[in-house]
């Protein structure tokens, strides 16, 4: 009698380093169905795949919002940590420079940076410190039940009709002017802009500031909002078409002379801003504030890579630290010896 056997299942595809998208992924999410902040998380999970980063070199950085929940629901495998409201770029900035080698995702709201957080966001922007900042902006506190925070705009309203009486902050402008290294705004509803821009914000070394408009589908999706998914669909306005060809493909990507910038990474990727409208230079960032500016006055939310700058020197680098994380010397190294200690005290007498 003939028997008959059941072939294998197939093999799971798997990235450069040999891992499958599964490998990626967190726990399953307890945000609300719809919350832009769950499309954000899963363009990390492919763009971390895609670039074949390894999960245990990630830290994941969060404050306190449903925004800093959202790790959990990303890259398992990877460390992380919840730390106290706005607090999330100080302790971030202990942990790459306790150890240089891991990978810095540092997860914010509008909140948890432009209110609570507006102090410890802007000497992180200045330090160039190796990591990628993300603000979940949803123009509200989601978490504390949809009360106005600085990144709402002037007029929008609440679910209940109070109107919002200040001006925005806008995170871009701030980060820009502060001295982030990559800044950009994406919508958690435009999957191919933003999926481009993540892989980027990854071979990108300094500073990454990436604000995205991600709607609170329970507190600020409503008519009079300027977060919601009806306004930023009738609004956005990309400055450019941003592509992302990383060092280990060898694409060669096609464009006409004079109508795409092209921005070599540091590990050699390249990112390919091609023009929209009119010559826009990312490398200038007087022309990146102004056209922010002009946006606001014209009632556009503009998306895209605003500035990107290859060149400065991060904090790593002005700190002159070792090329070993300072987290695995030995103590021999890292404790002065009683000798050392008799020394100071004898200075000081
Ligand atoms: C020190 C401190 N102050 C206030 C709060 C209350 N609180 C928790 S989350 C939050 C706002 C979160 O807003 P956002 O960062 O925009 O995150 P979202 O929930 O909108 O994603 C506030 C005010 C707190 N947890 N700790
Ligand atoms: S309350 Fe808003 S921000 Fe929080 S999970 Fe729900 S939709 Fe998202
Ligand atoms: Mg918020």
Avoid: W
Wanted: glycine share 8%; aromatic share 6%.
């Amino acid at each position: 009698m003939a028997t008959t056997t059941t072939p294998p299942p197939p093999a799971p595809k798997v990235n450069r380093i040999g891992l499958p998208v599964l490998e990626y992924k967190g726990g399953k999410t307890t945000l609300c169905a719809g919350c832009g902040h769950n499309a954000i998380s899963e363009r990390i999970i492919d763009a971390m795949y895609e670039m074949g980063v390894p999960p245990e070199r990630v830290i994941k950085m969060s404050g306190i919002g449903c925004s800093s929940k959202s790790p959990a629901y990303f890259m398992n495998r990877s460390h992380s940590f919840n730390s106290v409201h706005g607090r999330m770029p100080s302790v971030t900035t202990g942990a790459v420079l306790a150890n240089r080698n891991l990978i810095a995702l540092g997860i914010s709201g509008d909140g948890d940076t432009a209110s609570i957080g507006v102090g410890q966001f802007v000497h992180l922007m200045r330090r160039n410190l190796p990591v990628i900042y993300i603000i979940e902006d949803n123009g509200v506190y989601g978490l504390t039940k949809g009360q106005f925070s600085a990144t709402a705009d002037l007029g929008s309203k609440l679910k209940t009709g109070v109107l919002n009486d200040l001006p925005p902050i806008d995170t871009c402008e701030m980060a820009i002017t502060l001295g982030a290294t990559f800044v950009g705004r994406s919508f958690s509803g435009d999957k191919r802009q933003l999926h481009a821009m993540m892989k980027a914000a990854i071979a990108h070394n300094g500073t990454v500031m990436l604000d995205i408009v991600s709607p609170c589908v329970t507190f600020n999706d409503h008519e009079g909002s300027t977060k919601s998914y009806k306004y930023m669909k009738e609004h956005e306005e990309a400055l450019q078409e941003v592509s992302f060809v990383p060092h280990f493909e060898d694409i060669s990507v096609e464009y006409e002379a004079g109508t795409a910038t092209e921005v070599t990474m540091h590990d050699g990727s390249k990112l390919v801003l091609r023009k929209l409208e009119e010559e826009y230079d990312p490398s200038n960032k007087i022309e990146a504030i102004h056209r922010l500016n002009q946006s606001h006055a014209k009632g556009e939310v503009l998306t895209g890579v605003f500035y990107v700058n290859t060149k400065t020197p991060t904090f790593i680098d002005l700190l002159n630290m070792t090329d070993q994380p300072l987290a695995t010397l030995p103590e021999s190294v890292t404790r002065p010896g009683r000798e050392v200690l008799e020394q100071v005290m004898e200075e000081l007498r």
